[in-house]
């Protein structure tokens, strides 16, 4: 079972706890393991996601659960998280309609970063056991080494001035000319 059938199947098993509630899941949601839309700076701290269908080309819900998450325990409270938004609409954000659902699931905290109450616990511990653990690891972007530039240091021999170009023209045309000396510079 790969990551995406896991989130899915996991949707299915929280089915009930929502029906007890007097609600139904939507049939049209897709669940994927990514990176939330949030932002660059806040890819580990936003570790849900679920888009209104209206943004969707097919009138579907998408949730997304983060890469940063790999304990099927956080990802349950997560995914019951997002599937409140899908149940009452994300329009609602974290207020009204959200707030009393989410409480009623076992949900609790701030809402904007429910955890799993005691009630929602004893509710997804057999779930996971029948299961199993998430399969997937936390992508750790700490060892991902970033680009550097790719723009190359061309400087003048004689008075230092610097001007940076690529690979690409540096190879097609040459360093260019020092404007002060006239002479061809060297690229570093």
């Given amino acids: 079972m790969n990551r995406e059938e896991y989130i899915t199947k996991l949707a299915d098993k929280l089915a009930p706890l929502f029906e007890s509630n007097g609600y139904a899941l939507p049939d049209n949601i897709r669940f ?20 209104d269908p209206s943004a969707s080309n097919d009138n579907h819900h998408e949730i997304i659960i983060s890469m940063a998450l790999d304990k099927a325990a956080d ?30 699931i076992g949900l609790q905290g701030k809402m904007t970063a429910t955890t799993a109450g005691e009630s929602f616990t004893r509710f997804i511990e057999p779930v ?61």
């Fill in 75 to 104: 990802v349950a409270q997560v995914l019951a998280h997002e599937l409140v938004h899908a149940i009452v609409g994300v329009k609602h954000g974290h207020k009204g309609p959200f707030r009393k659902l989410a409480l009623a």
């Fill in 32 to 51: 994927t393991c990514g990176w939330p839309s949030s932002g660059a700076g806040s890819r580990l701290r936003t570790i849900g996601q679920c888009f």
């Fill in 128 to 188: 996971i056991a029948e299961m199993g653990e998430y399969p997937h690891k936390t992508l750790n972007l700490s060892r991902v080494k970033k680009q550097g530039t790719r723009m190359k240091k061309v400087v003048c021999t004689e008075c230092g001035y610097t001007v940076r170009m690529t690979r690409k023209w540096l190879d097609a045309v040459g360093a260019p000319d020092c404007p002060i000396h006239e002479m061809q510079m060297t690229c570093d």
